[in-house]
């Protein structure tokens, strides 16, 4: 029997489903940080995420046996997310924007890890680009942050994300395409002096 | 730079960006939560269903004890037993009941001979005991048996044990009947068609020769020799009993004796039988 880490997200599920309680472990290590961010960037409270990840994490575990590897694990995982998170609009009434002075944005922002250099200038600046992308990025219509977040957190391809999302592959496509220049608009020449700063940053 | 590296270098930089995780204690409720639902429910279907193999092994051990308690001790070997005596124990009855018939014409009669109930007892107490040592000799030479012998022996034995009660049946007659000047010379007159004067009764070589002429060598087997020896000492204690009861002189003191003896062979030839 391979190692989990070798194993695919499928037959990782198939070994969770049979009764192998490490082969979760080695899932869940795999895409807990996808799943939590998708849901974070979404609802904007950190709170509210953390239940909402646990939701779907628990629909999961109660889910194993009717798995079955018709299609990427990937994508079963975040359409119970996309499930929950709907379910929690339609719960809430409405959806949340987030803001510079939100707290749980505040504190995604604090989670940033901070560059390796002690420079204060440096970190400082680093953390500021960060803001920005994450203000780019929720200041973006929810179906095009969700196609966005899908495919950067989920690693999700266009056609998956179509299936998810029950909308056609070009739609899609434009909403990525919406999404992605907004930011870049947002960020200017920033884009480059960010992307260097969090590469230096994460060593 | 062309727009799809711009796209990457965006997705770069906001993977770069985004590294915010769970925490840590949500990561390990749900692990548990997983490692709970996963690892609980076979235990508690092992706890619930532990028995079954045991009982499964109990039931077996209780059905095999019971069968075997059912079955008879030896099935078998009784069977083989059984088959090689049955003959020769009906030939056997039927030569005790031809010897009782002579015993009791034996018995019967004369006064003047009153040794002769007290003799002849001795071969039906012999008789019956015969079995026990046939069966240990059936027992013990079963595979002997039926390799040496055909498988009519026995009925062979059998007929001519018959023949033989039958032709000695008047010669007993004749013994229990004492003549009246020349009590020797009676019994040895005829006896089985054999002219007495040759039969020296109280020599086993005589006798010996009366049995080869019986069962001539030729036709002689293992389980007719055994016959043979088994009845011809009978027959000796006979004759014996007849000449020293003719040629006792006090009968009387006898009596007693023989007949507690012949009791007590009864009472054992009983239980044989």
């Known amino acids: 029997m391979p190692a989990p880490a070798t194993q695919s997200d499928e037959d990782l599920m198939l070994a969770y489903a049979s009764g192998d309680a490490a082969a979760f472990d080695a899932l869940y290590a795999r895409h807990k940080g996808g799943v939590y961010r998708y849901l974070l960037r979404q609802c904007r409270q950190a709170g509210v995420a953390a239940d909402l990840f646990q939701d779907v994490w628990m629909n999961l575990i109660r889910a194993r046996s009717s798995y079955a590897p018709t299609a990427k694990f990937t994508t079963w995982l975040y359409r119970l997310a996309h499930n929950r998170l709907i379910d929690h609009y339609r719960a809430s009434g409405h959806l949340t924007l987030v803001s510079a002075d939100d707290e749980a944005h505040q504190d995604a922002v604090a989670a940033i890890p901070a560059a390796r250099s002690d420079e204060p200038q440096s970190r400082a600046e680093n953390r500021e680009l960060s803001e920005r992308l994450r203000a780019a990025l929720a200041a973006l219509p929810p179906a095009q942050r969700e196609a966005f977040l899908l495919q950067q957190e989920g690693g999700l391809s266009l056609a998956e994300i179509a299936e998810l999302t029950d909308v056609g592959t070009e739609t899609v496509k434009s909403r990525l395409r919406y999404a992605v220049g907004k930011l870049r608009a947002e960020l200017g020449g920033q884009l480059r002096d960010l992307d260097d700063g969090l590469r230096e940053g994460l060593g | ?273």
């Not at chain 2, 008879?72 to 049955?86: F, G, K, L, M, R």
């Not at chain 2, 033989?164 to 009590?183: H, T």
């Not at chain 2, 019986?214 to 016959?227: E, I, L, V």
């Open chain 2, 1 to 273: 730079m062309n727009e799809i590296e711009r796209d990457r270098e965006v997705g770069t930089a906001w993977r770069a960006a985004s590294r915010e995780e769970p925490p840590p204690a949500l990561d390990a409720a749900i692990r548990a939560e997983a490692r709970r639902a996963v690892g609980a429910a076979p235990g508690r279907e092992r706890s619930k269903h532990w028995w079954y193999p045991l009982a499964a092994a109990a039931t077996v051990a209780v059905l095999a004890v019971s069968i075997v308690q059912l079955m008879p001790p030896e099935q078998v070997a009784p069977t083989v037993v059984a088959e090689q005596s049955a003959v020769p124990r009906a030939a056997q009855n039927e030569v005790a009941r031809q010897s009782a018939g002579a015993d009791a014409r034996l018995a019967a009669p004369p006064p003047a001979a009153p040794a002769a109930p007290s003799a002849t007892p001795t071969p039906r107490a012999k008789m019956p005991s015969a079995p026990p040592r046939d069966q240990g000799v059936a027992g013990g030479a079963i595979e002997r048996e039926r390799a040496a012998a055909p498988a009519q022996a026995p009925e062979a034995l059998a007929k001519k044990q018959l023949a033989e009660a039958k032709e000695e049946a008047p010669a007993r007659a004749k013994l229990a009947q004492p003549p009246p000047e020349k009590p020797d010379a009676a019994p040895a007159a005829t006896f089985g068609g054999i002219s007495a004067p040759s039969l020296p009764r109280s020599e086993p070589a005589a006798t010996s020769t009366l049995m080869k002429r019986r069962n001539p060598p030729p036709t002689r087997q293992p389980a007719p020799q055994r016959c043979k020896l088994r009845v011809a000492p009978s027959e000796r204690r006979k004759w014996k009993a007849g000449s020293r009861q003719r040629q006792s002189r006090t009968p009387t003191k006898r009596k007693p004796r023989t007949s507690a003896r012949s009791a007590s062979r009864t009472g054992s030839s009983g239980s044989g039988i």
